[in-house]
T-cell receptor, first 109, second 114 residues
Framework: GIQVEQSPPDLILQEGANSTLRCNFSDSVNNLQWFHQNPWGQLINLFYIPSGTKQNGRLSATTVATERYSLLYISSSQTTDSGVYFCAVEAGGYQKVTFGTGTKLQVIP | KAGVTQTPRYLIKTRGQQVTLSCSPISGHRSVSWYQQTPGQGLQFLFEYFSETQRNKGNFPGRFSGRQFSNSRSEMNVSTLELGDSALYLC?????????????FGQGTRLTVV
């Protein structure tokens, strides 16, 4: 099956700093989403981005499908950005989604 | 527009018992997928239902089963519970499936098996 790797696994930032999270995948994908998991476990949608670039406030994402990676940019980080960030991909059209291992982000005041 | 609703939020069960979890998708969404999240294995796909039919399943034993009703609500059942089944169970709702439409997750059901 498809392999999905995220880097870095852990990240500690000072409030106000910028960061880039990376998601590499081993095969062509039909679908890619970025999620933020809050401390209570819920996955919050950030981006639905099988290809191209999108921006939403301080967050933006780029997926380069031909090179099999996606990037999530967080600018001017805030303590509320803390949590785990996951990318999730679907390949093959079989509705089976594979999640990456996540990046645990801690933003300190 | 109401989001994805999972019930119950928390459950404590004893080894050997069975459990049923429920997921109500966003109105109009026809696909429901289930995931198990554990510290050791991460987020793993259990199965996906669309229009009352299971379209795919992950690598879980037959003790894990599910179904979907005509109103798109879905249930998953785990029989003969084991300690290792302790996990956060998440369901995702999407219009036509996660191959080509955006998925939205519920808050999850945290199951503890003692």
């Amino acid at each position: 099956g498809i392999q999905v790797e995220q880097s870095p696994p852990d990240l500690i930032l000072q409030e106000g700093a910028n960061s880039t999270l990376r998601c590499n995948f081993s095969d062509s994908v039909n679908n890619l989403q970025w999620f933020h998991q809050n401390p209570w476990g819920q996955l919050i949608n950030l981006f639905y981005i099988p290809s191209g670039t999108k921006q939403n406030g301080r967050l933006s994402a780029t997926t380069v499908a031909t090179e099999r990676y996606s990037l999530l940019y967080i600018s001017s980080s805030q303590t509320t950005d803390s949590g785990v960030y996951f990318c999730a991909v679907e390949a093959g059209g079989y509705q089976k989604v594979t999640f990456g291992t996540g990046t645990k982000l801690q933003v300190i005041p | 527009k109401a989001g994805v609703t999972q019930t119950p939020r928390y459950l404590i069960k004893t080894r050997g018992q069975q459990v049923t979890l429920s997921c109500s998708p966003i109105s109009g969404h026809r696909s429901v997928s289930w995931y198990q999240q554990t510290p050791g294995q991460g987020l793993q796909f259990l199965f996906e239902y669309f229009s009352e039919t299971q379209r795919n399943k992950g690598n879980f034993p037959g003790r894990f089963s599910g179904r979907q009703f005509s109103n798109s609500r879905s249930e998953m059942n785990v029989s003969t519970l084991e300690l290792g089944d302790s996990a956060l169970y998440l369901c995702a709702s999407s219009l036509y499936g996660q191959s080509n439409t955006e998925a939205f997750f519920g808050q999850g059901t945290r199951l503890t098996v003692v």
